[in-house]
């Protein structure tokens, strides 16, 4: 073998820089001891020329419209706003990364990879218009007005609240060289459906490389048969639960009488 | 040991739900109400979604009051003619009430009018039964004589048409006060997820003025009816009867009604009262003066997103 062979074309990996990542589990089945589940997923990054990187990864449960209201003071009574509908949320969401995401992209690049809570791209249709402003045609206006920013913030900071937003900085570390281990702590409130896991790849900013997995939640044994049940046919649901309700009041007053 | 609830997608702790029943049965079979107004915002703060919530106690009311309605028509406390109007009246606010918790869900109004109902109704019924009932124990101690009873037969509502006669009841009287009462009970059934027995108990006594020994046991037979509507039609329109919820709460719910309903024979009527007024007031302060208070969060997310 000639020292002018070196560099194989065939054998060496592509020079460009590569992510790979599977999950260890594509099925969370959820029955009735379901209390929340933890998702591992293991991956590496090909680089022949090392340079540093970091790894995103970012899950999101099925999208949902969400309904929000704001308090205010009426007569000394706090009541409810008139409820604004979000389209376009996840119902569940986490970006797990091996650095803070603002120490590995600029805002602009984070806002259209949709990366951490503050970037999701979600909105209210149903309050905007468009209209004509100093001559410029389409301007989309909410009428929310200048607190549309703060619904915002309030529809993450409540979905945060209830654990199914987050964000972990230091949920993705470098196991080996190259290989990474991310862990995604599922909660027992998390949405059923089909979940995408983004995993990406940044290098001096940019990603430069993207897996995509999706993840299946889903109800298993009684608890699938119910839902359905419940779902599907709900007049035959609701009036079985009552005759079953009904029949336990009998039977416990029945199964009294004798002693 | 915590377990999943299929329709409310929130896991729960088993025991503590059969324990939470159990007291709420023991309550109910006690004083002869569904004990929905103690259930239903325990089971919110336990972070259960609010409609399924209210939606789920109606099936564990009717299997509570069913186990111990049983053992008061036993002892032939139970007025069934007398239930049977009521409930017809029932029927007619439980198809309306659900209609109206749906329209006010669209608004986005439902937990002001819920805290609201709360606050009022609880407050007036509570602070009236208390008044009551605290009189006449202080004038039995001071062996003082009962206060003499008011004409028994208010002219306005013994002098309505279609007269009938509730012979358990020993009254003959236009149906019409006993409908609108029912038609009233069941409107609350849907919008605060109670069985409104605290209404009926109350109103059975001092509006229509029956007996009170057959009160408790009618008014379990007609929230039993209401109810049971009630559970079909939430389960029917809005998917939100959790019936392993519903089930973990009816197992300690029927045995704590037996022994409330045993219980109750123990104690007098008076006292009995006193005690319910005292929890009526409580539950109805802690829901509504919530209202009052400066929220920590000013926004709120809304549960269901057609409704």
Do not use: C
Not at chain 2, 34 to 51: E, K, W
Not at chain 2, 122 to 139: F, K, N, Q
Request: net charge positive; glycine share 10%.
């Amino acid at each position: 073998m000639s020292p002018a062979a070196a560099p194989d074309v065939h054998l060496a990996p592509p020079s460009a820089p590569a992510i790979s990542a599977a999950l260890t589990e594509t099925t969370v089945r959820v029955n009735s001891d379901f209390r929340g589940d933890r998702i591992v997923l293991y991956g590496a990054v090909f680089d022949p020329r090392q340079r540093p990187s970091d790894v995103v990864v970012i899950v999101r449960g099925p999208d949902e419209p969400i309904r929000i209201a704001r308090k205010t003071r009426v007569a000394g009574v706090w009541v409810n706003s008139r409820p604004v509908v979000f389209q376009g949320a996840p119902g569940f969401y986490i970006a797990a990364s091996t650095r803070p995401l603002e120490d590995i992209a600029r805002f602009g690049v984070l806002r259209r990879l949709e990366a951490g809570v503050d970037h999701l791209a979600f909105n209210a249709p149903a309050e905007q218009r468009t209209e004509t402003r100093y001559g410029v045609r389409d301007v989309v206006v909410s009428r929310l007005g200048p607190d549309y920013l703060d619904w915002k913030t309030a529809v993450v900071r409540l979905k945060a609240d209830e654990g199914l937003y987050a964000v972990n900085e230091r949920g993705v570390r470098f196991v080996d060289k190259g290989l990474f281990r991310a862990e995604i702590a599922l909660p027992a409130e998390a949405p059923i459906g089909r979940y995408e896991a983004r995993i990406l790849l940044f290098q001096n900013g940019q990603p430069v490389s993207e897996k995509d997995r999706t993840l299946t939640v889903e109800q298993v044994g009684v608890e699938r048969a119910l839902y359905l049940w419940a779902h599907q046919r709900p007049w035959s649901y609701g009036l079985a639960a009552m005759a079953f309700a009904l029949g336990a009041g009998w039977a416990a007053s029945a199964a009294f009488r004798r002693d | 040991m915590d377990i999943y609830l299929p329709i409310a997608e929130v896991s729960v702790n088993a025991p503590l739900l059969v324990a939470l029943g159990a007291l709420v049965g023991f309550i109910s079979g006690l004083f002869g109400i569904g004990g929905g107004f103690l259930m239903t915002p325990v089971l919110v703060f336990l972070g259960i979604p609010p409609a399924v919530a209210v939606a789920s106690m109606s099936n564990h009311v009717a299997a509570s009051s069913m186990s111990s309605v049983i053992s008061y028509g036993r002892r032939r406390a139970v007025d069934f003619r007398m239930g049977g109007v009521l409930a017809a009246g029932g029927v007619i606010g439980a198809i309306a009430g659900v209609e109206i918790f749906r329209w006010l869900r669209l608004l986005g109004q439902a937990d002001l009018v819920v805290a609201l109902s709360y606050l009022v109704f609880l407050g007036i019924i509570g602070g009236l039964m208390l008044w009551e009932s605290a009189g006449t124990i202080v004038r039995r101690r001071r062996n003082a004589p009962p206060k003499p009873r008011r004409d028994r037969r208010p002219p306005w509502l013994y002098g309505l048409p279609l007269k009938m006669r509730f012979p358990a009841s020993r009254l003959y009287i236009s149906p019409i006060p006993a409908i609108l009462l029912g038609a009233f009970v069941g409107v609350l059934s849907a919008i605060m997820g109670v069985g409104g027995g605290f209404v009926l108990v109350p109103a059975m006594v001092y509006i229509l003025r029956m007996p009170a020994g057959v009160v408790v046991g009618t008014s379990l037979f007609q929230i039993i009816i209401t109810t049971a509507l009630t559970g079909v039609l939430q389960a029917g329109r809005n998917q939100t009867v959790d019936v392993v919820l519903a089930t973990l709460l009816l197992v300690g719910g029927v045995l704590g009604a037996q022994f409330g309903a045993r219980a109750s024979s123990r104690f007098r009527a008076e006292e009995l009262r006193a005690l319910l007024a005292l929890i009526v007031l409580l539950v109805g302060l802690r829901m509504g003066l919530g209202l009052f208070f400066t929220p920590k969060e000013a926004f709120v997310l809304m549960s269901g997103a057609g409704g």
